[in-house]
Structures are given as structure tokens and as C-alpha cells.
């Protein structure tokens, strides 16, 4: 399963919208893997790593391919999309002051 | 006698240190990889697994030892770390290279060398995870091929550290005990090794640049961190400067000048994770806490419950001395989305300080006013039952509350009003709270020349130095151009703190000073002179200002700050005082 989704948040994939990708990754069964989408599949890495999403670089506006396999592929990938459509959370920010 | 070569760069704390130069090069060169069929992948897996969880405890190790000297900010970037090393991408990586026969280091060389190499080419904050790559990278490398590399925390007394660049794991390593000094040729006032420098009171000097590579091992050299400079072969009245300066032992309890007199000697502090080293570097009390912490990056301000936890954990830092909070300074200049700050044509000129807590703000400052009050209040019982914390209980320092930014009578008169109004609403509820000291901030003319009128109605004024040359110069702190005439040594400037001094002289009205002139060592004789009750230094530099005050002798001070006032021109006052 594949789709194709346009970056929202202001800070690209890095940071705050990166950790909670990577994160939201993780927590489902499903192996999910996001690259730039003008790479194709040649450009894919781990969704679960920090490493792979923060390398990819990619910055507001940008398309990126995320394809995910596995029984809740579909729940994940609406879950990400989620992430990547909102412009900035803003929560998990009264913790730290 | 060798000529003295002096080398720039950034100077991170005001100290000067001397001592031995001695080469920090973690880098490990590895020889070319074995060839592929004498390899036991299996073998080098398992190596590899050992090695990350050595690596794993270190890092949790080093983590909790950052926490505890500097504070969990810094002691972030181990977490990062630990992250990385358990990232799937790493794995993956390393698992393809042993599979490719490689030996684990070499395999953990080439993982980590594709990512930073990926890093190191982004921008800002990105370009910041290469050097945390190469930090976790060497660390693996050290333990597979168990290199014999520093020990920085069992260096020689005395020794110079010289770097090219010094990782998290190095600076929170660093043992002030031993090291005199450091300069690094990379890294900016911001980076890791200039915050643990200043942290641990270490004379440093970073982003010296390549002219550093050239230093041989085990010459002497001076660090300058003040100046910013790295002087190799120093001569003998380099030296001397340079014993002069070296840094206070820290001193518990209060300090009198040699005949007598009493002065405080506070810290200013700005976050919560500088209360810890204000305590250890003996500071009697808080004379500056900027609340702002609590009210910035976040989406809507701090409740009253939150507040109050805040204040009395910074009183409890303190049982036997004094904490002043400064109640919210905000104006145009900083963003707060909550607070809807106006566009402001000149901000420090603008709605401001006590200015918006008496208007827009008034709601929250009245809300910080009742967490003040309660968060002084020294009984067991919250009141409420909601806001029961683990300070409950706890012996609690003096509570001080200080208002920003004043520069009408007018001003005083309405807070005392608003604080009169919160303590009869906290009685009515039966709510405990304690009335704090009172006081104001001088940090305007108008304030200085009304100093007498607002002493008959606070406990205490502070003078906020760097806000106060600001207006006083008419002189903007961020303007290249101007910098020079932002100098508090200015006549102008002195004479308008002794006005404020002597305003309250013969009155139960007590005057400090915050602001960086306070904690200039080489100034607290001035000071003294000046009639200062208090000096609220940076975390740094309290020791410093301790031992200046118990050399001091009052008459002489006065003497001093007599002739500083007479002078007119800053060089006279700077050649008064004895300094450069």
C-alpha cells in the first residue's frame, strides 16, 4: 500500500514532526518505509528510524512517498498522513517549561 | 625569554588559566580491512553487540553526570545519542557490512561515515547531528580496538586541553580540578564545550581555527577567556595576570568586607537548572530569578499551580537566604502567541515590563502574584488540596518580589493595590500565604531620579545595570555601532547608581544590583564604594565576587568610588579602577 502526501509542518521533517512520525511508526505492526517522492522506491528508509527520516532532508511543502505493508498498513498510513497534514501540533510542549 | 605568539578566537567564561598543552585527538585511524573469507561474521556480530551495550551504559553514565554538573538541557543530547545507537538505520547498516565479510569496526566505520557525510552537508540543527555521529561512531571505535586514547578526567593538574573539536563526552568529562584551561578550534559561544566551560567555571576559548593545529604538545599556554585569546609561550607578566585571575574557592555563608561590612552575594538565575550550581558555588539567595521560563515556548501561560511549584522549588535551593522574582518582562521583543506582544516601533521603549501588567496582562500578572504569595507561604497544608507537592513541608528561603520596568510612582502604587487585593482574596478563601519583600527595579532614569520616593514604599530597590546604561547612554545593547557607548563605567551611568544609593541611604530600604556589572569582580570594589547592599552576579562568577568583598575594606571602596564619580571621561574611570 502507497501513498503520496504533501508536507505540512513548518519545520519539515525534522524535529518535533520527524520524532512523532518515527514514533507513530513504530506502533504499528505494519512495515512502513518513506522516501521522497520524486526517488520512487529507490529512495525509501525505515520509518521507524530517526536516522533514515531526519536524513531524508525534507522540508515544507514537499511530496513524500510512504508505502507500508502489513495487516494495519492502512490505519498507518492514514496515521501518518494525519501527522504530515498538520501544521504544528503544538502539544507535548507543556512537559518541558 | 620565547616570544609570546597570541592566537583569537571566542572567549566563553571571564577567566584566565595557564598551564601545559596537551593534544585531545579521538580520532582513530583504522588500518585496511582483512580479507573477507578470514572474517567469522559471527564472531564480529556478536563484538559488535558487546560493544553497544558498553557503549549503551557509558552514554547512560556520562548522561546522569552531565544532568547533575549542568543540567538536563545539555544532558539531552546523550539521550539523542542512545537513540541513534539503537536506530534501526545503524543496524541495518552494520548488519550489510559484516555481511560483506567486514570486521564490526570497520563495518561501524562505514555505517556512521554514510551519515554523517549525509548530515554534515544540512543546515543548522541538522548539520549539529554529524558532530553527534562522530561523538557515538569514535566512542564504538574506541572500545573495539580498545585505543588508548585521553582519559580527560584523568589528565595531569595543570594541563591546557587543545582540540579540534570537543564532543558532549569530552566537555562533560572535563575535570576543573586538573584542567586549567581549554581552546578548541571549532564551535561558536553556543556549542557544547563554551556551555560546560562556563558551567564549570573552565577559562576556554573556542573557535581559535586551524592556527590552533600548530601548537606543539606540551608547550606553555595561557587561555585567555575573557579577551579570547590562546597565547603560546606567555611571558612573565602574562603569567602574572594570569595567577591573579585564577578562580575563588567557593565560600558558604555570608561575607563581610575586612572591617565589617555586610554584603549579599546572589546569582541571577534564568532557568530552572542553574539553581543547583547558584547553591554550589555558595550564592546566599536568588537576587534575580527571571520568570520568563515559564512563560515562554508554549501555548498558553503557566497556571497558578505551576507557578507556585516553580517558585518553591527555587526556595527551597535557599532556606536561609532570599529569593527575588522578577514578575514577567515581556514586551515586543520576544514572542509569546498567547500574549498577542504589539508590533513595536522600538520595543524597549514600548509596552513592557510592569507596563503590560498593569494593562493587558493584568490577569496573568494578578495570577502570578497569588502563586508568589502562596509559594512564600512556609505551612505544610496547601489550602487547596490540588497543589500538595513534594516541597510540602520544606524549609523555604525568603521570598523577595521585584517588579520590571518601572518609571512612575504611579505604577507602585497600583501593584501594592493589586498585592493588598490577592492577599485579601487568599485570606477570605483561607488560602496560606506569606507577604513577600517588595521592591523595584531601577533600570530607568525616571526610576533613579524618583529612587528617594519609591524607597518610602518598598522594601528594597535593584538596579538592573544593563538595562539602566541602556536608557542612560540611549544606547541600544544590540547595535554594533553604539556598543561601545554601552559601557556602564560611563560617569553618567555611575553617578546615577549613587544617586539611586544615596536616595535610599538612612531609609529600611535596601539597594542591590543585577545585571552583568555586578558580577565583574574587577568592578565589586566600586561597587562597595558605590553603597551597594547586594550583588546579584552570574552563576559563574560568585565565587569571585565572595573573596572580592572579604578583601574589601569599606573606607578605601568609598575612596574609590569617590574618585570613579569626580572623573569624566570613561578612560579616567577605567584607569581609576585599574582596569584595561
Sequence with gaps: ?97 | MPDERVLSGIGVTPRVGVGTARWHRPEIELSDPPAPETVDPEAERSRFETARDRAREAIERERDRAEERVGAEEAAVFDAHRQFLDDPQISEGVESALGDGLPAEHAVQRTFDRFVEQFAGMEGRMAERADDLRDLRDRLLRILTDATTTDLAAVPEGTVLLAERLTPSDTAALDPERVAGVAVQTGGRTSHAAIFARALALPAVVGVGDALSDVPEGAAVLVDGEAGEVVVDPGENRRASADESAGASVREGRVTTTDGRAVEVAANVGRPVEVDPAVERGADGIGLYRTEFLFLDRDAPPDEAEQMAAYRSALAAFPEGRVVCRTLDVGGDKPIPYLDLPESENPFLGERGIRRSLGPDADLFETQLRALLRAGAESGDDGGGEDADDETGAALGDLAVMLPMVSRIEEVESVLAVLESVASDLDSAGVPYAMPEFGVMVETPAAATLAGDLAERVDFLSIGTNDLTQYVMAASRGDERVAALHDPLYPAVLRTIRQTTRAADGTDCWVGMCGEMAGDPALTELLIGLGLDELSASVVTVPDVKARVSETDSEAARALAERALAAETVAEVREIVGIE
Design chain 1, 1 to 97: 500500500m502507497r501513498r503520496v502526501v504533501t508536507v505540512v509542518p513548518e519545520a519539515g521533517l525534522h524535529a518535533r514532526p520527524a520524532a512523532k512520525f518515527v514514533e507513530t511508526a513504530g506502533e504499528f505492526d505494519a512495515e512502513v518505509q518513506v522516501g521522497r517522492a520524486d526517488e520512487g522506491d529507490d529512495g525509501l528508509v525505515n520509518a521507524a528510524s530517526m536516522l533514515g527520516v531526519t536524513g531524508l532532508n525534507v522540508r515544507r511543502d514537499e511530496d513524500v512517498l510512504i508505502v507500508a505493508e502489513g495487516d494495519d498498513a492502512e490505519a498507518a498510513l492514514d496515521a501518518l498522513e494525519a501527522i504530515l497534514s498538520t501544521p504544528e501540533s503544538g502539544d507535548g510542549e507543556s512537559e518541558d517549561a
